[in-house]
């Protein structure tokens, strides 16, 4: 079982805010990377460090951290952000890279 | 612009030893603080970390798997190869190679699928 816990799936009406959860005790002291794949695709980076969204990326996608909970946000859902979502941080020794278990994103 | 590519066998048979090469362009693994790393994915399940070796040789193993896993790079060719012995059918999945900054894949390959059978 992973360190990073995440819900399997989460829906969103179109155009609305949706926000994709990820836990784990690891993220106490670091933040999350963010990733979005979709089907048949290799995974893409959309939010590191302290809510930082590579070039290219939508401003519409932001990061945030609170306690042992990190947070991917979406405002604004659009048809194309329908896809699995993964988490990463540190494990809790710190040491090794570690993925939550995705979530699987539905825009209704 | 930076570019990963992983090349490997498309076909493995349980006990064999399968190895990774990942080529990439736009980056070198000498620049401080870089590391390449491979990520894996069984067929409809999650992203799983296997190893990452950064541009001081630091190497970085997957601790339940770290007895079947070796990670090295050229430096000079722009590769990293990954080897992982006495493959298994739970073993099949896509293969990916990534520039890591720290903990995160900044930038990913295109994957390999790797049939175990």
């Known amino acids: 079982s992973s360190e990073l816990t995440q819900d399997p799936a989460v829906s969103v009406a179109l155009g609305q805010t949706v926000r994709i959860t990820c836990q784990g005790d690891?993220?106490?002291?670091?933040?999350p990377s963010w990733y979005q794949q979709k089907p048949g695709q290799a995974p893409v980076l959309v939010i590191y460090?302290?809510?930082i969204r590579p070039s290219g990326i939508p401003d519409r996608f932001s990061g945030s951290n609170s306690g042992n909970t990190g947070s991917l946000t979406i405002t604004g859902a659009q048809a194309d952000d329908e896809a699995d979502y993964y988490c990463?941080?540190?494990?809790?020794?710190?040491?090794?890279?570690?993925f939550g278990g995705g979530t699987k994103l539905t825009v209704l | 612009q930076i570019t990963l590519k992983e090349s490997g066998p498309t076909l493995v048979k349980p006990t064999q030893t399968l190895t990774l090469t990942c080529s990439f362009s736009?980056?070198?693994?000498?620049?401080?603080?870089?590391?390449v790393g491979w990520i894996r994915q069984p067929p409809g399940k999650a992203l799983e970390w296997l190893a990452l070796?950064?541009?001081?040789?630091?190497?970085r193993y997957n601790p339940s798997l770290k007895s079947r896993l070796t990670i090295t790079k050229d430096t000079s060719r722009n590769q990293v190869v990954l080897r992982i012995t006495d493959m298994d059918p739970v073993d099949t999945a896509t293969y990916y190679c990534?520039?890591?900054?720290?903990?995160?894949?900044?930038?990913w390959g295109q994957g390999t699928p790797v049939p175990v059978s």
């Open positions: 460090g302290r809510n």
């Open positions: 990463n941080s540190r494990d809790i020794s710190g040491y090794h890279p570690v």
């Open positions: 990534g520039q890591f900054n720290s903990m995160t894949a900044m930038h």
């Open positions: 690891s993220l106490r002291s670091y933040f």
């Open positions: 070796i950064y541009w001081n040789e630091d190497k």
């Open positions: 736009g980056f070198s693994l000498r620049t401080t603080g870089v590391g």
